[in-house]
């Protein structure tokens, strides 16, 4: 069965988003203009009416694009623009999880622009396999969803909650004796998060490969789904967007009508059909890019179209991959080559 397993990118260093939303602050971006289109000038914010969400001009991918510029690689440099120039999720990191939140969410306002924020550290996260750990504990966990909370406020934040967790509880992958807590763990963290006054909370509910809606539409509402802005699919997965469309819509059905957001990061070529089947969610060759983040869908059910998943990230070590999270540059630019 095909679940996403692990793949998780990790969030930069904390001393990285404090520099980011420094240079930001001080007025080293484009602030909130809407200049996008000029091929060879830097990295500045999408139009704010159809994509909304903050794109960092000093993230990973914006640092190749750089070096690839100064190097003189003008099709390294447009392939790697494709992904630089697009908003991506940030992946809060387990060690200062209020400095990293206040870092991102305070750089998006300065671009009036909204955060995505991946928030990924529950206890026994990931089943381990290459994305392995997460908080020491329930406590930790708790003590971790309300600093980043600190860290958000009252900015403008969509958070993506706990990519796999509630799918894990449902396939056997999570053993028995952890069900109760992480049921409790994530609907204390949607109630904390949605006592923010501009957070939208998406709790996540897999993709339209693993299984059917029937079997975790019940363990969504456990985990605090009524209380959530919606639910998303497709985190870090290649699955198209029709068929991600399709399942959430079955899947919103059973939970009252709730919407839900798509990660369309890497499904331009949907998912990867050869090889063993326990892997093809891991670093699968051929993919593309996929629409790009919007909030202009095909269904009023759908919310926006994210990139959650930061494209060129490895998924881990498989494929001859780096570690889960690491940039992957062969990797990156087949993703952009790749797409229309």
Same mark, same amino acid.
């Given at each position: 069965?095909?679940?996403?397993?692990? *793949? =998780?990118?990790?969030?930069?260093? +904390? !001393?990285? @988003?404090? /520099?980011?939303?420094?240079?930001? &602050?001080?007025?080293?971006?484009?602030?909130?203009?809407?200049?996008?289109?000029?091929?060879?000038?830097?990295?500045?914010?999408?139009?704010?009416?159809?994509?909304?969400?903050?794109?960092?001009?000093?993230?990973?991918?914006?640092?190749?694009?750089?070096?690839?510029?100064?190097?003189?690689?003008?099709?390294?440099?447009?392939?790697?623009?494709?992904?630089?120039?697009?908003?991506?999720?940030?992946?809060?990191?387990?060690?200062?999880?209020?400095?990293?939140?206040?870092?991102?969410?305070?750089?998006?306002?300065?671009?009036?622009?909204?955060?995505?924020?991946?928030?990924?550290?529950?206890?026994?996260?990931?089943?381990?396999?290459?994305?392995?750990?997460?908080?020491?504990?329930?406590?930790?966990?708790?003590?971790?969803?309300?600093?980043? *909370? =600190?860290?958000?406020?009252?900015? +403008? !934040?969509? @958070?993506? /909650?706990?990519?796999?967790?509630? &799918?894990?509880?449902?396939?056997?992958?999570?053993?028995?004796?952890?069900?109760?807590?992480?049921?409790?763990?994530?609907?204390?963290?949607?109630?904390?998060?949605?006592?923010?006054?501009?957070?939208?909370?998406?709790?996540?509910?897999?993709?339209?490969?693993?299984?059917?809606?029937?079997?975790?539409?019940?363990?969504?509402?456990?985990?605090?789904?009524?209380?959530?802005?919606?639910?998303?699919?497709?985190?870090?997965?290649?699955?198209?967007?029709?068929?991600?469309?399709?399942?959430?819509?079955?899947?919103?059905?059973?939970?009252?009508?709730?919407?839900?957001?798509?990660?369309?990061?890497?499904?331009?070529?949907?998912?990867?059909?050869?090889?063993?089947?326990?892997?093809?969610?891991?670093?699968?060759?051929?993919?593309?890019?996929?629409?790009?983040?919007?909030?202009?869908?095909?269904?009023?059910?759908?919310?926006?179209?994210?990139?959650?998943?930061?494209?060129?990230?490895?998924?881990?070590?498989?494929?001859?991959?780096?570690?889960?999270?690491?940039?992957?540059?062969?990797?990156?630019?087949?993703?952009?080559?790749?797409?229309?």
């Amino acid at each position: 069965m095909d679940d996403s397993r692990g *793949a =998780r990118a990790s969030a930069r260093a +904390s !001393a990285a @988003v404090v /520099l980011g939303a420094a240079l930001l &602050l001080a007025g080293c971006s484009s602030g909130g203009g809407d200049d996008h289109g000029d091929p060879g000038g830097p990295i500045t914010q999408q139009p704010k009416a159809a994509d909304p969400f903050w794109v960092d001009p000093d993230g990973t991918a914006a640092r190749r694009l750089a070096a690839y510029e100064k190097a003189g690689k003008k099709t390294e440099a447009a392939r790697i623009r494709k992904i630089a120039e697009q908003p991506a999720g940030e992946w809060i990191g387990p060690e200062n999880p209020e400095q990293e939140a206040r870092g991102f969410t305070e750089a998006a306002e300065k671009s009036d622009r909204t955060a995505l924020l991946v928030l990924y550290d529950i206890p026994h996260r990931d089943c381990g396999q290459y994305s392995q750990g997460g908080a020491a504990d329930g406590n930790a966990y708790r003590a971790w969803i309300d600093a980043v *909370a =600190r860290g958000i406020e009252d900015r +403008s !934040a969509i @958070v993506i /909650l706990e990519p796999d967790a509630v &799918l894990h509880l449902v396939d056997g992958c999570t053993p028995d004796r952890f069900h109760e807590e992480r049921y409790d763990l994530l609907k204390g963290a949607v109630t904390r998060l949605k006592s923010l006054r501009n957070t939208k909370v998406y709790l996540d509910a897999g993709n339209a490969g693993w299984g059917h809606p029937d079997q975790i539409f019940q363990p969504l509402k456990q985990a605090g789904i009524d209380q959530a802005d919606g639910f998303s699919v497709n985190v870090s997965n290649f699955y198209s967007t029709q068929d991600s469309i399709a399942y959430g819509k079955q899947l919103s059905a059973k939970v009252g009508g709730k919407h839900f957001v798509i990660d369309t990061s890497r499904n331009g070529n949907g998912p990867y059909t050869q090889g063993d089947p326990a892997q093809r969610w891991c670093n699968p060759p051929g993919r593309a890019l996929g629409e790009p983040p919007t909030t202009k869908t095909a269904d009023p059910l759908v919310d926006a179209y994210l990139w959650i998943k930061r494209p060129g990230e490895s998924d881990g070590t498989c494929k001859g991959g780096p570690k889960a999270g690491q940039w992957w540059a062969s990797y990156a630019l087949a993703l952009a080559e790749n797409s229309k």
